[in-house]
């Protein structure tokens, strides 16, 4: 699987976008853009997945570049039950499908 | 649904001894994944079932431990004997088939202790 890279914290104020970058420039054609997150003391949560086009949920929007060489993940308006740690994975969409979780971005959201 | 349960939330036992963590899936998913969560080495597989079937156990760390999936709607993480190094939350997820539903439902995790 490709490899990611996020940075490790990023703050941001109630109310406002919080987007969180990814690089994944390594991806290949069949791989997806798997995002999750995981709240303090719980399991982790799924947010949103995508191949090359932009989709959006009730949750969150996800950005992938046309060279899908990185992505961003967009919560519209901030909450302080969105702070968590949020993980970008890339992951081929196969019989089998395993999730490779790195590090992550610590997201703090601040009233 | 009440989601994925794990049971115990919280086991705290001394070096040597046999500790078994459970899961019961969400009914109809046919996948089951074992995860461990450590500080330094972050959240990691262990390893996944499909159809009570063990497809890839190469994150599992070595012969103390050992999984099973007797039936859809159980499973087990055992670890024997169990050293301090096997301190960690280890969570348990389901799934549908890729294709079908792409999310991986994860369980509030077992918080073990192995003094």
């Known amino acids: 699987d490709a490899k990611t890279t996020q940075p490790p914290s990023m703050d941001c104020a109630e109310g406002r976008a919080a987007n969180l970058p990814c690089n994944h420039s390594?991806?290949?054609?069949?791989?997806?853009v798997y995002w999750y997150r995981q709240i303090h003391s719980q399991g982790p949560q799924y947010i949103i997945h995508g191949l090359k086009n932009n989709e959006t949920n009730e949750m969150a929007s996800l950005i992938i570049t046309e060279d899908r060489k990185s992505s961003t993940l967009i919560l519209p308006h901030a909450t302080l039950r969105d702070t968590a740690v949020y993980y970008c994975?890339?992951?081929?969409?196969?019989?089998?499908?395993?999730?490779?979780f790195g590090a992550g971005t610590t997201v703090t959201v601040r009233a | 649904d009440a989601g994925v349960i794990q049971s115990p939330r919280h086991e705290v036992t001394e070096m040597g001894q046999e500790v078994t963590l459970r899961c019961k899936p969400i009914s109809g998913h046919d996948y089951l994944f074992w995860y461990r969560q450590t500080m330094m080495r972050g959240l990691e597989l262990l390893i996944y079932f499909n159809n009570n079937v063990p497809i890839d156990d190469s994150g599992m760390p070595e012969d103390r431990f050992s999984a099973k999936m007797p039936n859809a709607s159980f499973s087990t993480l055992k670890i024997q004997p169990s050293e301090p190094r096997d301190s960690a939350v280890y969570f348990c997820?389901?799934?549908?088939?890729?294709?079908?539903?792409?999310?991986?439902?994860f369980g509030p995790g077992t918080r073990l202790l192995v003094l």
């Open positions: 994975i890339v992951s081929l969409r196969s019989n089998d499908y395993k999730l490779s």
């Open positions: 390594t991806i290949s054609g069949n791989e997806y």
């Open positions: 997820a389901s799934s549908l088939p890729p294709g079908s539903q792409e999310t991986q439902y």
